[in-house]
Antibody, heavy 126, light 107 residues
């Protein structure tokens, strides 16, 4: 079935980096944008970025563009998100999500996040 | 950034009730508005996109409407599995933003 499976929970010290993976299966990997969304404990949802698995193009929210990196490996249908210079307030559950429709540098069109990964909890603590 | 203001932030309702949740955008977003349902410890689940298009497999008791920059999610005849938190999201411009959420609790 169509699914996104994320890597396991991580505990990191402030200033460290972490890489979270998101493996797609059950559909054509290159055919759908993948987004990343985070949710701090007990809080709402915050959009971070997207990657076009076909081209490798990315778009980041301004808050994330200097410390978040997205890459993909099409041979194994996997997207990676690397978070650098972690702070305690980056403690959150990070989700990858497949999007219907498409996105450009201006906006997303006929889009919505229809398949979500199970989430990866990243805890930043000294 | 476009702000989405959801109201109420929480509500108590009984099985069988009609529930309405509102999401107001701080500026025009055309119909690029999505509704999700989230249960504790789970990722969000897509309900409605393009303001009023029901996602495949979502029960017909869920519906969405748009009036200008005001968007509404309606659940007719609330079911036990509908007790959850609901979020709206706009995809009209970056950064993509979510509303603060509405928690539907059992009365």
């Amino acid at each position: 079935q169509v699914q996104l499976v994320q890597s396991g929970a991580e505990v990191k010290s402030p200033g460290a980096s972490v890489r979270v993976s998101c493996k797609a299966s059950g559909y054509t990997f290159s055919g759908f944008f993948l987004h990343w969304v985070r949710q701090a404990p007990g809080q709402g949802l915050e959009w971070m970025a997207w990657i076009n698995p076909n081209s490798g193009d990315t778009k980041f929210g301004q808050k994330f563009q200097d410390w978040v990196t997205l890459t993909r490996d099409t041979s194994i249908s996997t997207v990676y998100m690397e978070l650098s210079r972690l702070k305690s307030d980056d403690t959150a559950t990070y989700y990858c999500a497949r999007a219907k429709g498409y996105c450009t540098g201006v906006a997303c069109y006929k889009s919505a996040f229809d398949i979500w990964g199970q989430g990866t909890t990243v805890t930043v603590s000294s | 950034a476009i702000q989405l203001t959801q109201s109420p932030s929480s509500l108590s309702a009984s099985v069988g009730d009609r529930v309405t949740i509102t999401c107001r955008a701080s500026q025009g977003i055309t119909s690029a508005l999505v509704w999700y349902q989230q249960k504790p410890g789970k990722p969000p689940n897509l309900l409605i996109y393009d303001a009023s298009t029901l996602e495949s497999g979502v029960p017909l008791r869920f519906s969405g409407t748009r009036s200008g920059t005001d968007f509404t999610l309606t659940i007719t005849s609330l079911q036990p599995e509908d007790f959850a938190t609901y979020f709206c999201q706009q995809l009209n411009s970056y950064p993509l933003t979510f509303g603060g959420g509405t928690t539907v609790e059992i009365k």
